[in-house]
Structures are given as structure tokens and as C-alpha cells.
T-cell receptor, first 113, second 118 residues
Framework: NAGVTQTPKFRILKIGQSMTLQCTQD?????MYWYRQDPGMGLKLIYY???????DKGEVPNGYNVSRSTTEDFPLRLELAAPSQTSVYFC????????????FGPGTRLLVL | AQKVTQAQTEISVVEKEDVTLDCVYE???????LFWYKQPPSGELVFLIR??????QNEISGRYSWNFQKSTSSFNFTITASQVVDSAVYFC???????????????FGEGTQLTVNP
């Protein structure tokens, strides 16, 4: 099992550009999450999904969009990149919801200039 | 609202010393779960332990041990005989049963940077 995989590992964007961060899990987990980690800080939840076709906002959703057409994939879309979105983005998944361990991907480092 | 506080921003020890990382949490829920994750310099997040609010037994796993005390809302993490490979940022996190609308997000502390010097 690969677990949770994320692509790309690193990306530089110009202000106003768009991109999609990819996330795939092969553990047949129902729940998937996107977090961002700013320097020296803990992680904050951007969006989450409880299953294919169902998504909802987390703590810091502004400037992002998500979709979940399959159990395995949960892409995160940045429409108009801003310097404030410079961060490390982590995708995670868990089998069920509360209390289940969330397993994290390796992260995507994004720099917006 | 939930909150996790890791008051120690940075800790530096010499190899073989014991070190304790503090974690204090706040929640009004009676059912909740606590986690510790390790983030080595390579950047990934590695799961270390999960504990529910009804299980206050301390846990030991090799050189790692965890002390959960509901009376003080703390879930501290001790590394015995630290090694250079233990150098990492350690995060404490909280998930509560009542957060149906938030999809069970993990509320993270800001992390403690542990440096173990040879």
C-alpha cells in the first residue's frame, strides 16, 4: 500500500495563477482532509470530505475549492493564487470520522510569488 | 471551541537525556481523542499515538511514553534516553465527538521543536 500520495512535491506559482494539488489514497478510507501548515504553526483544516460527492468547509476554506468524484481522489484547487497561500499542504485520510487516526501524505510545498 | 496548547516552542537536549513534551487541551466535550504526531526534518507527519478520553492509562512504547491526566487536561509525551533521530517537531492534536459539522477535524497545537544534540 502506498497510503496517501500527493503531487506535486513542490511548486512555485505567480500571483493570480491557478493550480490543482492532487491527493490519492489506496486504503479505501471514507474521510479525506486538506490541511495547510504555515511556518512555525500547527495544521489548519481547509476542506474535508466524508465520501464521494460530499465535501464541506473547514476552518480556512477561502481561496480554495475541492471535489471528490471517487473514494480514492480528493484534489484541492487554488483558483487565483495569492502570497497568503504560500504554505505546505497536507492531505490526510481516515476510515471513519471522530477518533480514527488520520494518515497524512508527504505534503506539497507551495510558494506564491 | 477546542484548543491545544504546546507551551514549549523549542527544547534542546543532549543525547541520552530524558525529555518531556507538554500538551494541554481544552474542550467541553466529554468524548474526545488525543493524538501525537512527529514531523521529522523531511516534513512528513508520522502518527505516534491515539488515546480516547475514557482511557487514562499511561502507555509505553519502547523509549516513548505518554501520561494522560484528565484532571489537568494534559497529555504529555516523554522520550527516554533521547537519540539524535528523535530530533523533530512534535504535534499534539485533539478530535472531539461533538464536531459533526466539522468532519472531525484535528485541532493541532503549534508544535514543539525538539533538538537532540550528540
Amino acid at each position: 500500500n502506498a497510503g496517501v500520495t500527493q503531487t506535486p512535491k513542490f511548486r512555485i506559482l505567480k500571483i493570480g495563477q491557478s493550480m490543482t494539488l492532487q491527493c490519492t489514497q489506496d486504503m479505501n478510507h471514507n474521510y479525506m482532509y486538506w490541511y495547510r501548515q504555515d511556518p512555525g504553526m500547527g495544521l489548519k483544516l481547509i476542506y474535508y470530505s466524508v465520501g464521494a460527492g460530499i465535501t464541506d468547509k473547514g476552518e480556512v476554506p477561502n481561496g480554495y475549492n475541492v471535489s471528490r468524484s471517487t473514494t480514492e481522489d480528493f484534489p484541492l484547487r487554488l483558483e487565483l493564487a495569492a502570497p497568503s497561500q504560500t504554505s505546505v499542504y497536507f492531505c490526510a485520510s481516515s476510515l471513519y470520522r471522530v477518533g480514527e487516526t488520520q494518515y497524512f501524505g508527504p505534503g506539497t510545498r507551495l510558494l506564491v510569488l | 471551541a477546542q484548543k491545544v496548547t504546546q507551551a514549549q516552542t523549542e527544547i534542546s537536549v543532549v543525547e541520552k537525556e530524558d525529555v518531556t513534551l507538554d500538551c494541554v487541551y481544552e474542550t467541553r466535550d466529554t468524548t474526545y481523542y488525543l493524538f501525537w504526531y512527529k514531523q521529522p526534518p523531511s516534513g512528513e507527519l508520522v502518527f505516534l499515538i491515539r488515546r480516547n478520553s475514557f482511557d487514562e492509562q499511561n502507555e509505553i512504547s519502547g523509549r516513548y511514553s505518554w501520561n494522560f491526566q484528565k484532571s489537568t487536561s494534559s497529555f504529555n509525551f516523554t522520550i527516554t534516553a533521547s537519540q539524535v533521530v528523535d530530533s523533530a517537531v512534535y504535534f499534539c492534536a485533539l478530535s472531539v465527538l461533538g464536531e459533526e459539522t466539522s468532519g472531525s477535524r484535528l485541532t493541532f497545537g503549534e508544535g514543539t521543536q525538539l533538538t537532540v544534540n550528540p
